[in-house]
């Protein structure tokens, strides 16, 4: 049984193929329209998902009328009555199969727990909207799901998170990460007043007001860095309550599946999610477009093999670590672009711009290169086995940057350390990513040096490169070696 999962009309398209247990293919619209975060699909992308084979299912990763419903009370007056965000009529432009659509959390949920090695689990979904739901609680067993709790609309975090995210002149739904960076900058002096204004109390996660159009000028005159680290707490303190709660909900169970764009917030996993539960397990997709994945592998009706999140568009060749490493210790900052690109937001070697993590001028020349905000840093990816030499790791292996670890000499690695001292780790194993992980060993050799400062292959508010073609276009733009 070959199925083909869809997530497109809201933000982030995705498309991916499962057959029986294996995942054959997952990718991202946005790269290959090139259009940052585009919702809608396009014939590349579509092209490359039937290479692999008429499907003989298609799934959709929500109920398009239960949100339809949801956007009438909403005052979406244009998205509800808009006949153009329906998928069935949408999609016939490529697949003449019927569709079959499954509720968002559940697609969330699904590609969370279905590519777990978990037996069983708490699984937590929060996000900022489904059709209804926006936070929701599930016990996984025995392959599968049964929802424990709902929290309903307008009562969302992730909304309260975007709205102040908008609130600081970032863009929403896209520059989240952007606010919790700047949170370390700042003092949450804010947090028991915002607490106090915008939440209710009375339950775990309840609005007094619905943010679904933003807060306006609340706190008025207030440092953004400040706000920013308001934000950033008050999320951290109603995240521990409710995962305090599924843990009464499912008493007992240790390993935790946590989906949804909340998930992404590596601060608030490290401060929170590592701390109450042995065992953590977030798809390197938590978002809307890894539940193209998830409506897929609920479909499918048993566990996927995930064998690690290089699924999209391959460029074919040996990892060029000669020639990467080369251009490293000649210039110090080279890409990479070689063998399936990434599933999710964050490249983790395969399509990624590398360079020495020790120089005083190397956090400042990457964040010219990607035009970024010069206070911000770069994750390191390090061999796992030198991980706890360098931080104080939050568990043994992180290889999908969902948690940040203290640095124990940000004076010898200051490109790849907040102003916390803090950094998004990747640890790099050579069952991971081989490829990678024999250029850092070999950088290792030549330096003593067991990490590289590793961020994306692309400019900010620009899809990573995908092709080879891309991969070009962005060495001659931006006068950086990019090998494949």
């Known amino acids: 049984m070959k199925i083909l999962g869809v997530n497109c009309l809201n933000h982030d398209a995705a498309i991916t193929v499962i057959e029986d247990q294996e995942i054959l293919f997952a990718a991202h619209s946005e790269r290959y329209s090139r259009k940052k975060n585009d919702k809608f699909l396009n014939d590349a992308i579509v092209n490359e998902a039937l290479s692999f084979g008429t499907p003989d299912k298609i799934v959709y990763y929500e109920k398009p009328y239960l949100k339809k419903s949801r956007q009438l009370v909403s005052g979406q007056w244009s998205s509800a009555f808009s006949s153009h965000s329906l998928p069935k009529p949408y999609l016939k432009k490529w697949f003449d199969d019927k569709v079959q659509c499954i509720d968002h959390h559940l697609s969330h949920a699904a590609a969370g727990f279905l590519t777990s090695t978990y037996d069983e689990a708490v699984v937590v979904v929060i996000d900022g909207i489904g059709e209804w739901d926006v936070c929701t609680i599930w016990h996984g067993a025995a392959g599968r799901l049964k929802k424990i709790k709902s929290i309903k609309y307008p009562h969302s975090l992730g909304l309260f998170y975007s709205a102040m995210t908008k609130r600081i002149d970032l863009k929403p739904c896209e520059e989240e990460y952007i606010l919790m960076g700047m949170s370390a900058w700042g003092t949450p ?33 207030a440092e953004r860095f400040d706000i920013a680290a308001s934000t950033q707490a008050v999320t951290e303190d109603v995240l521990s309550s409710i995962f305090s709660l599924s843990k009464k909900l499912i008493p007992g169970v240790k390993n935790l599946v946590y989906m949804g764009g909340v998930a992404l917030n590596c601060v608030a996993n490290s401060n929170v999610a590592a701390e109450m539960f042995s065992n953590i397990w977030i798809m390197p997709s938590p978002g809307d477009s890894g539940s193209s994945l998830g409506c897929a592998a609920y479909v499918s009706n048993h566990k996927v093999n995930w064998r690690g999140p290089f699924l999209g568009t391959e460029i074919q060749g ?158 001659a733009r931006y006068d950086v070696p990019v090998l494949s």
């Open 318 to 475: 040996e990892y060029p670590v000669k020639s990467v490493l080369d251009a490293i210790l000649e210039k110090k900052i080279a890409g990479v672009a070689s063998g399936r690109a990434e599933f999710g937001p964050r490249a983790l070697g395969n399509r990624s711009l590398l360079a020495d993590p020790r120089g005083p001028d190397i956090k400042d020349r990457v964040n010219e290169i990607k035009r970024r905000q010069k206070f911000r840093p770069f994750a390191p990816a390090v061999l796992e086995e030198h991980a706890k030499d360098i931080f104080d790791m939050p568990r043994g292996s992180v290889p999908y940057m969902q948690f940040v670890a203290k640095c124990r000499r940000p004076d010898l690695y200051p490109a790849i350390c907040h102003v916390d001292n803090t950094s998004r780790v990747q640890t790099v194993s050579e069952k991971d990513n081989p490829g990678f992980y024999r250029l850092i060993t070999e950088f290792y050799k030549k330096t003593g040096c067991p990490m590289l400062l590793n961020t994306s292959l692309n400019i900010k508010g620009q899809p990573i490169v995908n092709d080879e073609g891309h991969a070009k276009e962005f060495e």
């Open 189 to 221: 002096k804010h947090r028991r007043e915002m607490m106090s204004d915008l939440f209710d109390r009375s339950d775990v996660l309840k609005l007094k007001h619905n943010l679904h159009n933003g807060v306006g000028d609340y706190l008025e005159g």
